[in-house]
């Protein structure tokens, strides 16, 4: 069954370094691999996926990630990290035909002023 | 915002009670997904309803049920709730068929006694 680890649950940077969150899946077939990003008291935006196209996908707020097969790996990058970056992010998997998405268990993410 | 409603916002049961939770999904899409999120877990996928019936379902006991309507709003039913079914509860909507993305609703906080 696929899943997906995300290493390190909270992620401290100064405002204006480098994002990166990391995400490893498992799965035996070449699977749909999403993050999504959760604010207090909210529910999940998504912020960008990967569907087999391109392999640097490009999402909203200045976030891109790699889908890295070697490697198993979908981390989430950003630039230049801002303040109203702090939140909660999720990396989730899913087959083409499977409806079950399975999440990983979260990464917080702090900026520093 | 994504289009995908929820209520109540917020609701507060004692051990045993029955909860009924309501999701509208995005206009357009048939296929609606609810998700258990425990403090500091990630979702984990309850079950997805397409056309009006259970489409998979993920490792929750039958006292979780739920309905999907003509119009593809959804009812998630729990019966019989313990103090550990504290927790947000999210609602997700897809167009099945057409895109591999699911959106997600605010959530429904329930609190367990």
């Known amino acids: 069954a696929q899943s997906v680890t995300q290493l390190g649950s909270h992620v401290s940077v100064s405002e204006g370094a480098l994002v990166l969150l990391r995400c490893n899946y498992s799965?035996?077939?070449?699977?749909?691999l999403f993050w999504y990003v959760q604010y207090p008291n909210q529910g999940l935006q998504l912020l960008l996926k990967?569907?087999?196209?391109?392999?640097l996908v490009k999402g909203i707020n200045g976030f891109e990630a790699e889908f890295k097969k070697s490697e198993t790996s979908f981390h989430l990058t950003k630039p230049s990290a801002h303040m109203s970056d702090a939140a909660e992010y999720f990396c989730?998997?899913?087959?083409?035909?499977?409806?079950?998405?399975?999440f990983g268990a979260g990464t917080r993410l702090t900026v520093k002023p | 915002e994504t289009g995908v409603t929820q209520s109540p916002t917020h609701l507060i049961k004692t051990r045993g009670q029955q909860v009924t939770l309501r999701c509208s999904s995005q206009s357009g899409h048939n296929t609606v997904s609810w998700y258990q999120q425990a403090l500091g877990q990630g979702p984990q996928f309850i079950f997805q309803y397409y056309r009006e019936e259970e489409n998979g379902r993920g490792n929750f006991p039958p006292r979780f049920s739920g309905l999907q309507f003509p119009n593809y709003s959804s009812e998630l039913n729990v019966n019989a709730l313990e103090l550990d079914d504290s927790a947000l509860y999210l609602c997700?909507?897809?167009?099945?068929?057409?895109?591999?993305?699911?959106?997600f609703g605010p959530g429904t906080r329930l609190l367990v006694l």
């Open positions: 990967y569907t087999s196209a391109a392999t």
């Open positions: 997700a909507s897809l167009d099945r068929g057409r895109e591999e993305t699911q959106y």
């Open positions: 799965s035996s077939v070449p699977p749909y």
């Open positions: 989730a998997v899913r087959k083409n035909n499977n409806n079950d998405m399975r």
